[in-house]
């Protein structure tokens, strides 16, 4: 049975989550678990995922990032307004709610190629002397931080778009912006142009208000319409409900006063509401958000405090995409055919890059995603689009292809001079830092290829590409390496745990070379510029395979894995990071060598791919 809301003074006592098992819940029936020793958890891999960096921190060449230098950027949202994406995020110098903050904003009009970030809501300065509740440090020469759980609001009635921020108070470190005791939520207008509106209040938390900050109220604008965009979205619990952690603990337009963060929502077809929270809580609601059932932790679900996402997607089918682990990799989605059931797991994002700078707070993997809230914009490709931090370093993208899959049916037979951009490659997987892109681009013969170009020194780019798993098959590529003197690119056969048992590789002193145990082969020499026509016979039962170059067959070797079975090519221009495990130390200190300077340019160009049994 579910239970009804409880009274204000009753869910101040509230502390423990109740569970319930009753058959109209959400709940995670699959049997599928991670490994948390791999940043790809072995979960299989979703097909037509694309992983895009939109920023990469740069202390040391801060010209090259944001223009401020700063490490901590986290907790990005995101909207589709005006044939535009928008994301706006938290940044701070080096680490979790260490003053002074701001929230940047980046623009595209693909979701591949994003704007230089703009600062959105600058840095608060506060008054001096100010005491919290409870406290008895006093502020002196401080500035607030950015904490905010939303991020857009598009008004139905008027059209516009608002982005929307909060500023928040923290005295001394490891204090917390989100306890009701800041100074109070920020809005202004995003208009068509890219332009922005003025800054204004839109809610002051107590002993706040139009004498002590620097900021009117926005009841103070001239512009009608901004006044009533900004009404709209107060009159909406499905909006307000997102601002719980910061407002006050008894704000009235908060209808649900719980103390559960980073609210989203989606509709069944019965028209209740579904409310997901951090930790896999949920509720229901069938008022629009006015009153809801007694939230519980999802039977099934294993998560941690790193966010959670749902959403119906475009097939009619329903998604959850979190992090299926204690830690913050991998991030993985769940479908669902009725919003309630959700039976698989499977990977969309795997890759974790080192930590280049470390600071408060600062946990390991891909995380805090958002997609884009019900009412702010759908992207006209049908497909789902979420943002998320890496590292709360860098600022990222996701396109999931929908339907929502991680089985190939179908052999590879692709001539990749066919596409003219990258967004075409909705069954092939996608990870694209900006110092290691993944593009279309003419190869140096003149076709258009699948290019991967690395001058990152502590990442790379990747593409995979699922097809039907096989024991005993044959997959033939076409590459042109642009140099022979710099530069990796491994070709690898993994199973659907991203297990990998056949590895050949363009070395960076000129050498083709395949994997073998500890070792490595040479096959051949290879020239830049030059196309190479590579064939695989793989015979797993065996556990052998036969490299031909060229047509000619080079040399058969063991697998340097026990890989009984394949189901996808992975391409990569570097090697995999080893050092994410759950037993690396949450606090360390340290900046890796020269993070913030690209390395000499490498590139590869991939004409064709083929599977066949």
């Not at 693909?110 to 409870?134: A, M, T």
């Not at 857009?152 to 005791?181: A, E, H, M, R, W």
């Not at 939230?295 to 941690?304: F, L, M, N």
């Not at 049908?382 to 049916?409: C, F, G, H, Q």
Request: glycine fraction near 8%.
């Amino acid at each position: 049975m579910k239970k009804t809301i409880l009274t204000a003074a009753a869910a101040v006592l509230f502390t423990l989550p109740v569970s319930l098992q009753a058959q109209d819940s959400v709940r995670y029936t699959g049997n599928m678990r991670v490994n948390i020793d791999y940043p790809h958890g072995q979960l299989p891999s979703v097909m037509g995922v694309h992983n895009i960096q939109t920023m990469r921190a740069n202390k040391e060449q801060p010209e090259l990032a944001d223009g401020f230098g700063w490490a901590y950027n986290h907790a990005a949202m995101i909207a589709y307004w005006n044939d535009t994406f928008y994301i706006n995020y938290l940044s701070d110098p080096d680490g979790e709610h260490y003053p002074p903050g701001q929230t940047l904003l980046q623009t595209s009009k693909d979701g591949y190629r994003w704007s230089r970030p703009k600062v959105l809501f600058p840095i608060y300065k506060l008054p001096d002397g100010i005491k919290q509740e409870g406290r008895e440090e006093v502020t002196k020469d401080m500035h607030a931080v950015m904490h905010q759980r939303m991020g857009f609001y598009v008004s139905p009635k008027t059209g516009k778009l608002l982005t929307l921020g909060y500023y928040g108070i923290c005295v001394v470190p490891k204090d917390n912006p989100n306890d009701g005791q800041g100074v109070g939520r920020v809005v202004r207008e995003i208009y068509p142009d890219g332009t922005f509106g003025p800054i204004y209040f839109i809610r002051y938390n107590h002993g706040w208000n139009e004498q002590n900050t620097s900021y009117p109220f926005y009841k103070q604008s001239k512009d009608a319409e901004f006044v009533a965009a900004c009404d709209e979205l107060m009159a909406d619990p499905m909006m307000t409900m997102q601002w719980v952690e910061e407002s006050d603990r008894n704000d009235e337009v908060i209808p649900f006063k719980r103390p559960f963060k980073a609210f989203c929502y989606y509709v069944l077809p019965d028209g209740r509401d579904v409310a997901l929270w951090k930790g896999g809580m949920t509720a229901f609601s069938s008022d629009s958000g006015r009153t809801w059932t007694e939230p519980y932790k999802i039977p099934g679900i294993i998560t941690g405090t790193a966010k959670s996402w749902g959403q119906r997607t475009s097939d009619g089918k329903y998604a959850m995409v979190y992090i299926p682990s204690v830690f913050r990799w991998p991030m993985a989605v769940s479908v669902s055919d009725d919003g309630l059931n959700y039976k698989t797991l499977a990977c969309v994002h795997g890759d974790v890059s080192p930590m280049r700078y470390t600071g408060n707070e600062k946990s390991y993997g891909p995380q805090y995603l958002r997609g884009i809230m019900p009412g702010n914009g759908t992207v006209p490709d049908n497909n789902m689009w979420l943002t998320y931090s890496v590292n709360k370093e860098d600022i990222w993208v996701m396109r999931v292809t929908v339907p929502i899959l991680d089985k190939a049916t179908e052999e590879v037979n692709e001539n990749l001079s066919k596409y003219t951009k990258v967004s075409e490659l909705d069954r092939w997987n996608i990870y694209s830092p900006l110092w290691a892109p993944v593009a279309i681009e003419k190869a140096p013969n003149g076709q258009n290829a699948l290019a991967l170009s690395d001058r990152d020194p502590y990442d790379y780019a990747k593409v995979e590409r699922l097809f039907p798993e096989a024991s005993r098959f044959t997959v033939e590529y076409s590459i042109i390496p642009a140099q022979n003197n710099t530069g990796l690119l491994n070709v690898e056969l993994q199973d659907d745990k991203s297990s990998a048992a056949v590895r050949v590789c363009f070395d960076p002193d000129g050498m083709i070379r395949v994997k073998r145990g500890a070792k490595y082969g040479n096959v051949m020499p290879y020239k830049a510029g030059e196309k190479y026509d590579i064939k695989l016979d793989v015979d797993a039962k065996n556990y052998r395979y036969t490299v031909y170059v060229n047509g000619e067959k080079k040399t058969t070797q063991g697998f340097y894995a026990p890989v009984p079975s394949f189901t996808k090519i992975v391409f990569r221009t570097g090697e995999t990071n080893k050092n994410l495990h759950p037993d690396r130390s949450a606090y360390e200190n340290f900046v890796l060598e020269k993070a913030g300077y690209p390395v000499d340019k490498a590139s590869y160009y991939l004409l064709s791919l083929k599977t066949s049994k």
